[in-house]
T-cell receptor, first 111, second 114 residues
Framework: SQQGEEDPQALSIQEGENATMNCSYKTSINNLQWYRQNSGRGLVHLILIRSNEREKHSGRLRVTLDTSKKSSSLLITASRAADTASYFCALVPSGTYKYIFGTGTRLKVLA | EAQVTQNPRYLITVTGKKLTVTCSQNMNHEYMSWYRQDPGLGLRQIYYSMNVEVTDKGDVPEGYKVSRKEKRNFPLILESPSPNQTSLYFC?????????????FGPGTRLTVL
């Protein structure tokens, strides 16, 4: 399978704590994206990081990318109950037009 | 409002009865795509389209057809649905074609094939 792998599959933390989820993949890429999905609804784009970037920030989100290890991580700082959702990485292998999504991390933030 | 719409949102059908799920976007996007989501498997791409009349297979195209006659529409056709096509389906669109831009997702279509 070409699917990206995410870990952990599920994560439960207290409000205010940080949440880290990881994505590993198998091909060379031009960029990598992260999406959030609330309970069976459509996915919402969070952040895009290009292959020549190592780190990117957006509000409480911090994404890192290590192309030599073919991995990325998403850090949510000072988590809130509203961050409870599933998070997916997504990538397009270089030279293709296909999207590959990770298997997702289910995050639960307890108030 | 910029959006991707899908219809129907919920559908229960029987094996072998042809069905079409419509998808439309109002953002003049080049790239459109269909995904299915099954528990534990994340999203898997069924078909995608880079422009009008240009479509190609994703990772799980068997049992599905698509067409892109107009830029805004990208219907998904199940000629002879089977129970293993019971799933949550999402349509998405993006401006760029090689993952250079964010995808906008529709609200999903929950399909049950009996």
């Amino acid at each position: 399978s070409q699917q990206g792998e995410e870990d952990p599959q599920a994560l439960s933390i207290q409000e205010g704590e940080n949440a880290t989820m990881n994505c590993s993949y198998k091909t060379s890429i031009n960029n990598l994206q992260w999406y959030r999905q609330n309970s069976g609804r459509g996915l919402v784009h969070l952040i895009l990081i290009r292959s020549n970037e190592r780190e990117k920030h957006s509000g409480r989100l911090r994404v890192t990318l290590d192309t030599s290890k073919k991995s990325s991580s998403l850090l949510i700082t000072a988590s809130r109950a509203a961050d409870t959702a599933s998070y997916f990485c997504a990538l397009v292998p270089s030279g293709t037009y296909k999207y590959i999504f990770g298997t997702g991390t289910r995050l639960k933030v307890l108030a | 409002e910029a959006q991707v719409t899908q219809n129907p949102r919920y559908l229960i059908t029987v094996t072998g009865k042809k069905l079409t799920v419509t998808c439309s976007q109002n953002m003049n996007h080049e790239y459109m795509s269909w995904y299915r989501q099954d528990p534990g498997l994340g999203l898997r791409q069924i078909y995608y389209s880079m422009n009008v009349e240009v479509t190609d297979k994703g990772d799980v195209p068997e049992g599905y057809k698509v067409s892109r006659k107009e830029k805004r529409n990208f219907p998904l056709i199940l000629e002879s649905p089977s129970p293993n096509q019971t799933s949550l389906y999402f349509c998405a669109s993006s401006l760029g074609v090689m993952g250079t831009d964010e995808q906008f997702f529709g609200p999903g279509t929950r399909l049950t094939v009996l």
